[in-house]
């Protein structure tokens, strides 16, 4: 039985010891969490505001929960501890911090994975299964908006959201980002962004798009997979997948036919077997504490995520 702690207990935190409770071959012995306003159990587990009693508990792993702008003093309390560690995303504020955790677990041989959540919806992971499918892929367009949310001051709605589709775009295409030219926003008034468009062109050739804002009153989440044979339309809010497959349409009016693109062909929307991310994502990391087939999102890939995120920040014409 594997022994976790969790740090952090705001709103992701909570949903993280809800999981960790419950899962299999695992038992939560402690939370760690600055707030001395806190009761001394949450759920009927023991709450430390100071980390080294928390560490103190003979714990394997933890999940960092905590700030962004905390994630580097953290993690290197962890390392130094000897404690595999499941971080929330982003890896850390910027990429030097981030890369500096990366070699702080790999010199001490430690576990490190990042809380890219969207790698295990189910949406998703059918949609990578089957990216053959679409045979050569040609373009990538993401929507991820709605309204914001104060419990985020330290990150704009780059790092904070972004991130997510710059890593999902990696992985399933098996790409990465070549070059990058981003517009960003604030309306909202605060320190950091809280818009952004932005376009990039793969190594493979594909061209990208994300829209990222957190001033839309609706909730969107959608990554649209353009091919040669057809379109994935992803919704990770619903879970749900569905294939366009090009169609043809012959004629014999030659005039139309010089110009005659694809058309619309079959519509599919997979029935998929729908089990909750976060708790897909906690099983893959226990199984990589316990050295077995995992599919974790490793702290390069974190770092990999945030270089990006970092170069549309870098290349940004930011409009008032």
């Given at each position: 039985?594997?022994?976790?702690?969790?740090?952090?207990?705001?709103?992701?935190?909570?949903?993280?010891?809800?999981?960790?409770?419950?899962?299999?071959?695992?038992?939560?012995?402690?939370?760690?969490?600055?707030?001395?306003?806190?009761?001394?159990?949450?759920?009927?587990?023991?709450?430390?505001?100071?980390?080294?009693?928390?560490?103190?508990?003979?714990?394997?792993?933890?999940?960092?929960?905590?700030?962004?702008t905390l994630h580097f003093?953290?993690?290197?309390?962890?390392?130094?501890?000897?404690?595999?560690?499941?971080?929330?995303?982003?890896?850390?504020?910027?990429?030097?911090?981030?890369?500096?955790?990366?070699?702080?677990?790999?010199?001490?041989?430690?576990?490190?994975?990042?809380?890219?959540?969207?790698?295990?919806?189910?949406?998703?992971?059918?949609?990578?299964?089957?990216?053959?499918?679409?045979?050569?892929?040609?373009?990538?367009?993401?929507?991820?908006?709605?309204?914001?949310?104060?419990?985020?001051?330290?990150?704009?709605?780059?790092?904070?959201?972004?991130?997510?589709?710059?890593?999902?775009?990696?992985?399933?295409?098996?790409?990465?980002?070549?070059?990058?030219?981003?517009?960003?926003?604030?309306?909202?008034?605060?320190?950091?962004?809280?818009?952004?468009?932005?376009?990039?062109?793969?190594?493979?050739?594909?061209?990208?798009?994300?829209v990222v804002n957190w001033?839309?009153?609706?909730?969107?989440?959608?990554i649209s997979i353009v091919?040669?044979?057809?379109?994935?339309?992803?919704?990770?809010?619903?879970?749900?997948?569905?294939?366009?497959?090009?169609?043809?349409?012959?004629?014999?009016?030659?005039?139309?036919?010089?110009?005659?693109?694809?058309?619309?062909?079959?519509?599919?929307?997979?029935?998929?077997?729908?089990?909750?991310?976060?708790?897909?994502?906690?099983?893959?990391?226990?199984?990589?504490?316990?050295?077995?087939?995992?599919?974790?999102?490793?702290?390069?890939?974190?770092?990999?995520?945030?270089?990006?995120?970092?170069?549309?920040?870098?290349?940004?014409?930011?409009?008032?």
């Amino acid at each position: 039985m594997l022994r976790a702690g969790l740090i952090g207990l705001g709103m992701m935190g909570k949903n993280h010891a809800r999981i960790l409770e419950n899962l299999e071959g695992v038992e939560l012995v402690g939370i760690c969490d600055s707030n001395s306003n806190l009761e001394s159990f949450y759920r009927n587990v023991k709450v430390f505001v100071d980390l080294k009693d928390l560490i103190s508990q003979g714990i394997d792993y933890a999940v960092v929960a905590v700030p962004t702008t905390l994630h580097f003093q953290i993690s290197k309390i962890l390392s130094d501890s000897g404690i595999h560690a499941l971080i929330e995303k982003p890896l850390s504020y910027d990429l030097e911090s981030s890369e500096a955790i990366c070699k702080l677990f790999t010199e001490n041989s430690l576990i490190g994975a990042v809380g890219h959540i969207e790698r295990f919806n189910p949406a998703v992971i059918e949609a990578k299964k089957r990216m053959s499918q679409l045979g050569r892929i040609l373009q990538v367009s993401t929507i991820r908006q709605g309204p914001f949310s104060n419990r985020i001051s330290d990150v704009g709605v780059v790092k904070d959201l972004a991130t997510h589709d710059i890593d999902l775009v990696t992985w399933m295409t098996g790409s990465n980002y070549l070059k990058v030219f981003a517009h960003t926003s604030n309306k909202l008034g605060r320190k950091h962004e809280d818009m952004i468009v932005a376009i990039a062109r793969l190594n493979n050739g594909a061209i990208v798009n994300h829209v990222v804002n957190w001033v839309s009153p609706t909730k969107e989440r959608s990554i649209s997979i353009v091919g040669e044979n057809g379109m994935f339309k992803i919704d990770t809010l619903l879970g749900d997948l569905t294939f366009y497959e090009n169609g043809e349409t012959r004629t014999n009016w030659s005039e139309v036919a010089t110009f005659r693109g694809v058309s619309e062909g079959n519509l599919l929307r997979y029935a998929l077997h729908k089990v909750e991310p976060l708790l897909v994502e906690h099983q893959n990391f226990r199984d990589a504490v316990l050295g077995r087939k995992h599919n974790s999102v490793s702290l390069q890939e974190g770092c990999n995520a945030l270089r990006v995120a970092d170069e549309m920040l870098r290349d940004d014409y930011q409009m008032g």
